[in-house]
């Protein structure tokens, strides 16, 4: 869904001069460390981009370096930020976006901010500066075009399948009122996809769903369970949704009977792993990630059923409420929920028809969806970067780490995932600093990642994230100042406690045999791949052969024994 993260507009001074004003909100969660971080860059932090000199020849390309420069810090969320903040008067999009695309989603999210407030400005009447507007708009629209070069996917079909439920789910749709460029085809990697009919531009609709034909609480309201429903103490509308759904998948008169049709049998997300997939899991943080999960939902199922089936057996026939049907109805509602913001204002969890066919990209096409348009009464799809002809759609489920997506979603994305972070249990109390005179001992949540994934591997960086060094700095000598060359004792002892730490986290992975994937069941081929990353995080020579957080330090210990001038 969309989110603001600017207030923006034009103003125009004295001087005939014009300010294109980009300010950061201050609801923003990371407001103080966004301030700061423009605040070391030299930006004005009331968001003021001066239009001037515009008969320089590199006059454009100047502005929007400046726009990108601050709606690409603007649009950070904690991850990124965590990870690659290192010295603020250094920072730079390089050192995010040098050697990967991992976080092209944040460029992707600044360009498209910048698209949006240019047409906003272009349609409020500021004819004065049209020309220059239109201007920074076609860069806006070329550099998305070359972004979207760059992280295209390659999309292969599957003819061998059929879609005959697929097609007559959107012949359903079409009767309905549904616009849709797009058609359903299996794609190879990803199973069921939606493809692009014709060529898409920025802004174009890629599927438009009118709201009569969204699964949305209302029909619970309307059905006979709901008077039942509503009397249990702390139930929530998305469980009554969940219920609606398990009996509404039986009736042969229901007016969404093809799309319960066209869903599958087995939704094979990490709520369905077997025995043997949960003992592959031991030593992973999906574990305990699944394991709460499926806990929480057993408990669930055990405070309403059987007793709803035995007082009320017509409304809740025992059959179709056993504990099999309660999972399926809750992987369906986890991988194909939607939240939709109604023109009412109420944000409701809803099951959107053909929607659902829309896979999840790292970088994908379509960036902000969820919010009905009054004006015609249905939710859009619009895309924020260009689709081709045979090309498959895709868009975000939301940012995700890969051990979410696998349990509640069933996949795995392509590409390296920038959310893809081990959480460390780390005592923020033994550092004692305050945020003005040390911004990085602001972070109370520490992380790491792959050390592949950062461009700064030099002394007293190492790959790792600059708060989670500091903290260990400040741990081990409290009137640390600064990285000098004096403190190499220091630092060889944080990078034998980092490389310890790694060590024995790396122990209770085990080896995984990757040479019999065509014996293993689906969950254990996703955990292969899973385990697979979480020791790319770890140790050595895996993931094309980088650095990684293990050989980092044992690199940079060597290179502080060396101490280099």
Not at 41 to 67: A, H, R
Not at 426 to 432: F, K
Not at 534 to 556: F, I, M, N, T, Y
Request: with cysteine.
């Amino acid at each position: 869904m969309e989110d603001d993260k600017m207030y923006l507009s034009i103003k125009e001074t004295e001087n005939d001069q014009h300010l294109l004003v980009l300010k950061l909100s201050e609801d923003d969660p990371l407001f103080q460390k966004k301030k700061k971080l423009l605040e070391d860059k030299g930006f004005n932090l009331e968001g003021q981009v001066v239009f001037e000199n515009y008969s320089c020849p590199d006059w454009t390309n100047k502005t929007m370096d400046i726009l990108l420069q601050r709606a690409r810090i603007m649009c950070l969320d904690e991850e990124p930020y965590f990870l690659t903040s290192s010295d603020t008067t250094d920072f730079g999009w390089a050192s995010i976006m040098a050697n990967t695309v991992d976080f092209s989603i944040i460029e992707l999210e600044a360009l498209h901010t910048i698209l949006s407030f240019l047409d906003k400005a272009l349609c409020s009447g500021y004819h004065t500066i049209n020309g220059i507007l239109h201007t920074l708009r076609e860069l806006s629209i070329k550099l998305i075009q070359e972004l979207g070069d760059k992280i295209r996917l390659e999309t292969i079909i599957v003819t061998n399948y059929s879609c005959d439920k697929e097609r007559y789910l959107l012949q359903w749709g079409n009767s309905k009122g549904v616009r849709s460029k797009l058609e359903v085809a299996y794609v190879e990697g990803a199973g069921r996809g939606a493809i692009a009919t014709e060529d898409l531009k920025v802004g174009d609709i890629a599927l438009e769903i009118p709201v009569s034909a969204i699964i949305s609480e209302e029909l619970v309201h309307e059905s006979d369970m709901f008077p039942i429903l509503e009397k249990i103490d702390g139930i929530s509308l998305e469980t009554m949704m969940l219920l609606w759904s398990m009996k509404e998948k039986h009736n042969p008169d229901s007016k969404f009977k093809l799309y319960f049709d066209a869903l599958p049998e087995v939704f094979n997300t990490g709520l369905s792993f077997g025995v043997n997939a949960i003992m592959a899991l031991d030593g992973t943080l999906l574990l305990e990630e699944t394991v709460q999960a499926k806990e929480h939902l057993r408990t669930q199922y055990d405070e309403l059923f059987p007793a709803l089936c035995n007082d009320h057996p017509g409304i809740f026939p025992t059959e179709l409420y056993t504990w099999d049907q309660f999972l399926w109805a809750c992987e369906l509602w986890y991988s194909n929920g939607m939240k939709v913001m109604f023109t009412n204002g109420k944000l409701q969890t809803c099951l959107v028809p053909i929607a659902g066919f829309l896979n999840h990209s790292l970088c994908p096409h379509i960036l902000h969806y969820g919010k009905v348009d009054s004006a015609s009464n249905s939710l859009r799809f619009p895309l924020s970067r260009p689709c081709n002809a045979g090309e498959q759609c895709y868009l975000s489920y939301g940012k995700f780490s890969s051990s979410h997506l696998v349990t509640f979603y069933g996949f795995l994305p392509q590409g390296e995932n920038p959310y893809d972070v081990m959480p460390l249990d780390i005592d923020a109390t033994i550092t004692d600093c305050s945020k003005d005179c040390c911004p990085l001992s602001s972070w109370t949540n520490h992380m790491v990642r792959g050390t592949w994934l950062s461009n700064n591997h030099g002394i007293f960086h190492y790959g790792l994230p600059p708060p989670l060094l500091y903290h260990f700095r400040r741990a081990q000598s409290p009137m640390l100042q600064a990285n000098t060359h004096e403190n190499f004792e220091t630092e060889l002892e944080i990078l034998e406690a980092l490389r310890s730490t790694f060590e024995d986290m790396l122990e209770t992975l085990g080896e995984t045999d990757l040479d019999d994937r065509q014996h293993k069941a689906w969950s254990i081929l996703v955990l292969c791949d899973e385990e697979q990353e979480k020791r790319a995080l770890e140790s050595p020579k895996l993931g094309g052969g980088d650095d990684v957080v293990q050989e980092s330090c044992e690199k940079g210990q060597k290179d502080d024994n060396g101490k280099p001038n």
